[in-house]
T-cell receptor, first 115, second 111 residues
Framework: DTGVSQDPRHKITKRGQNVTFRCDPISEHNRLYWYRQTLGQGPEFLTY????????KSRLLSDRFSAERPKGSFSTLEIQRTEQGDSAMYLC?????????????FGSGTQLSVL | DAKTTQPTSMDCAEGRAANLPCNHSTISGNEYVYWYRQIHSQGPQYIIHGLKNNETNEMASLIITEDRKSSTLILPHATLRDTAVYYCIVRVVDNAGKSTFGDGTTLTVKP
C-alpha cells in the first residue's frame, strides 16, 4: 500500500492556459474522488468515479473542468482556459468500499496557482 | 447531508486529553458522524466514525450524545503531531464519500 499519489505537487500557470493533474489511487480501490480546497476552507467535493464510470459531478465543476478515469485505474483532472479563481489545492481520494465503512484515503494534493 | 458546527480553534497542552466538540442538531436517522483531520500540507486523514454508539480506535474516541445532536472527538493524550485541522462530517451512508467538510477546528497542541 503506497498510498494515493498525485502529480505534480505544485503547478504554476498563466491565465488562459490548460492544466492537467494526475491521481494514482491505492491499488484495488474502485472509488476515486476529486476535491478542491481553497485557503482556510475545508475540501469541496467535485466529482467521483466508481471504476471507470463517472457517477456524479458537483455544480462546482464548470464546463472548463473534465475528469477521466480510463480503465478504472489512475485519473486525470483537466482545467481548460484557467482563471485566477481556479487557484486552489486539488485533492484526490480513493476508497475500497461503499456504505458506512467507507473511508477516504487522500493524496497530498496538487497546489495550483494561476497568475 | 446535515450541517455541522465546530469551534474555529482550540488549544491543548501536550499529554492532556483534547476534546473537540461538534454540533449536528439537524442530523437524520440514517446519517453517520465522521471525523477527519488535516495536517498542514497534507490531505485529510480518516480518524473515526459512528452512528449512535460510542466508538474507540487506536487514534481516538468518539462520543455521540443520546439524541445524536452533538458529538465529541477525544484524543486521549495529545502530542505535538496532533496539531491539525479537525473536520466533523455528517453524511448519509449511501452518499458515498461525497462529503461536506465545513471549515473544521484548528487544534494547536502546545508543549
Amino acid at each position: 500500500d503506497t498510498g494515493v499519489s498525485q502529480d505534480p505537487r505544485h503547478k504554476i500557470t498563466k491565465r488562459g492556459q490548460n492544466v492537467t493533474f494526475r491521481c494514482d489511487p491505492i491499488s484495488e480501490h474502485n472509488r476515486l474522488y476529486w476535491y478542491r480546497q481553497t485557503l482556510g476552507q475545508g475540501p469541496e467535493f467535485l466529482t467521483y468515479f466508481q471504476n471507470e464510470a463517472q457517477l456524479e459531478k458537483s455544480r462546482l465543476l464548470s464546463d472548463r473542468f473534465s475528469a477521466e478515469r480510463p480503465k478504472g485505474s489512475f485519473s486525470t483532472l483537466e482545467i481548460q482556459r484557467t482563471e485566477q479563481g481556479d487557484s486552489a489545492m486539488y485533492l484526490c481520494a480513493s476508497s475500497s468500499q461503499g456504505g458506512a465503512m467507507e473511508k477516504l484515503f487522500f493524496g497530498s494534493g496538487t497546489q495550483l496557482s494561476v497568475l | 447531508d446535515a450541517k455541522t458546527t465546530q469551534p474555529t480553534s482550540m488549544d491543548c497542552a501536550e499529554g492532556r486529553a483534547a476534546n473537540l466538540p461538534c454540533n449536528h442538531s439537524t442530523i437524520s436517522g440514517n446519517e453517520y458522524v465522521y471525523w477527519y483531520r488535516q495536517i498542514h500540507s497534507q490531505g485529510p486523514q480518516y480518524i473515526i466514525h459512528g452512528l449512535k454508539n460510542n466508538e474507540t480506535n487506536e487514534m481516538a474516541s468518539l462520543i455521540i450524545t443520546e439524541d445524536r445532536k452533538s458529538s465529541t472527538l477525544i484524543l486521549p493524550h495529545a502530542t505535538l503531531r496532533d496539531t491539525a485541522v479537525y473536520y466533523c462530517i455528517v453524511r448519509v451512508v449511501d452518499n458515498a464519500g461525497k462529503s461536506t467538510f465545513g471549515d473544521g477546528t484548528t487544534l494547536t497542541v502546545k508543549p
